[in-house]
């Protein structure tokens, strides 16, 4: 399917153990997002991507690790979860920096 | 840290009358200008952007931007139930990805 795909939709881990949520887009965008939404603070930047093998820090790293060997995939793990990092996390995509981004159906994680 | 604000809502107004959306910037420099639509449990969907000062309209939508006052709303005319949502505002400036407002939540009553 053309677009940008999460997975999984919805996921229950618990305190301590590794995660992984899954983004592939099939527009070959060069640039890609991880955002994190909570109530009370709306979208903060995880992660970004300007390119394959190229990576830098969001707003809100800590505890996350991301990598992007192919351009169309860029994974989200979360090395030790904590239940501070239960929240929706949203992947975008972008063909340059300049444009609007266009987002995941975004997962749902709860850390227990 | 670069800011967008908002107010969180929510904004109700009544069927077929004038939504007016709000955001403000903290970056001076700022240079393109992103609303978003968010249905409750739904992804953010892009609806409008703009990058230089006045207005922008794309169908019941107005974009207006203004630099000097580091303001930048989103009209929608002729509001329909449909409507009813989350409504973010995003900043781009420099080399760093966007920025996101918190969101206004709108209610548009039948």
């Known amino acids: 399917d053309a677009g940008i795909t999460q997975s999984p939709r919805y996921k229950i881990t618990e305190t301590g153990r590794q995660v992984t949520l899954m983004c592939h887009q099939t527009?070959?965008?060069?640039?890609m997002f991880w955002y994190r939404q909570d109530l009370g603070h709306g979208l903060r930047l995880i992660y970004y991507?300007?390119?394959?093998?190229?990576?830098d820090k969001g707003e809100v790293p800590d505890g996350y690790v991301v990598s992007r060997s192919k351009t169309e995939n860029f994974p989200l793990t979360l090395e030790s979860a904590t239940r501070s990092q239960t929240s929706v996390y949203f992947c975008?995509?972008?063909?340059?920096?300049?444009?609007?981004?266009?987002f995941g159906s975004g997962t749902r994680l709860t850390v227990v | 840290q670069k800011e967008v604000e908002q107010n969180s809502g929510p904004l109700s107004v009544p069927e077929g009358a004038i939504a007016s959306l709000n955001c403000t910037y903290s970056d001076r420099g700022s240079q393109s200008f992103f609303w978003y639509r968010q249905y409750s449990g739904k992804s953010p969907e892009l609806i409008m952007f703009i990058y230089s000062n006045g207005d922008k309209e794309d169908g019941r939508f107005t974009a207006q931007l203004n630099k000097a006052s580091q303001y930048v709303s989103l009209l929608i005319r002729d509001s329909q139930p449909s409507d009813s949502a989350t409504y973010l505002c995003?900043?781009?400036?420099?080399?760093?990805?966007?920025?996101f407002g918190k969101g206004t939540r709108l209610s548009v009553i039948a």
């Open positions: 991507s300007a390119a394959a093998d190229i990576t």
């Open positions: 975008a995509s972008s063909e340059d920096r300049d444009y609007g981004y266009t």
């Open positions: 995003a900043v781009l400036s420099g080399n760093t990805p966007l920025v």
């Open positions: 527009w070959s965008h060069s640039y």
